[in-house]
């Protein structure tokens, strides 16, 4: 069993900066690659930004590039997003979301990844 837990979510006023945080605990925990992903009402859970756990490899939505970089922490099993320049349609609940798939490689959708957080809210306001 993992269990993904993230934290620094919060409400923000646009141009603002938040770091999300996602702590992965479990004895199973063995990644290639992690995600994040956001999600608003009425809307489909949509990819981010995703991660390689062993060499770094990132991949970002168009509209998180440039603005959004995603990290990892091997040593504490954490995954972090760092979203700068926020604006109001960054709106979202946003999750974080593991998966141990061979081959390694940076998953862009939903089915691709096991383990799920519950998600933290973004709210930024005009």
């Known amino acids: 069993q993992v269990d993904l837990v993230e934290s620094g979510g919060g409400l923000v006023q646009a141009g603002d900066s938040l770091r999300l945080s996602c702590a992965a605990s479990?004895?199973?925990?063995?990644?290639?690659?992690m995600g994040w992903f956001r999600q608003v009402p009425g809307k489909e859970r949509e990819f981010v930004a995703a991660i390689t756990w062993n060499n770094a490899f990132t991949k970002y939505t168009d509209a998180a590039r440039g603005r959004f970089t995603i990290s990892r922490e091997n040593a504490k099993n954490t995954v972090n997003l760092q979203m700068n320049s926020l604006k109001p349609e960054d709106t979202a609940v946003y999750f974080c979301a593991a998966t141990s798939r061979i081959p390694i490689g940076l998953r862009t959708k939903v089915d691709e990844y096991n383990y799920w957080g519950q998600g933290t809210q973004v709210t930024v306001s005009s």
């Open positions: 479990g004895r199973t925990f063995n990644p290639t690659s």
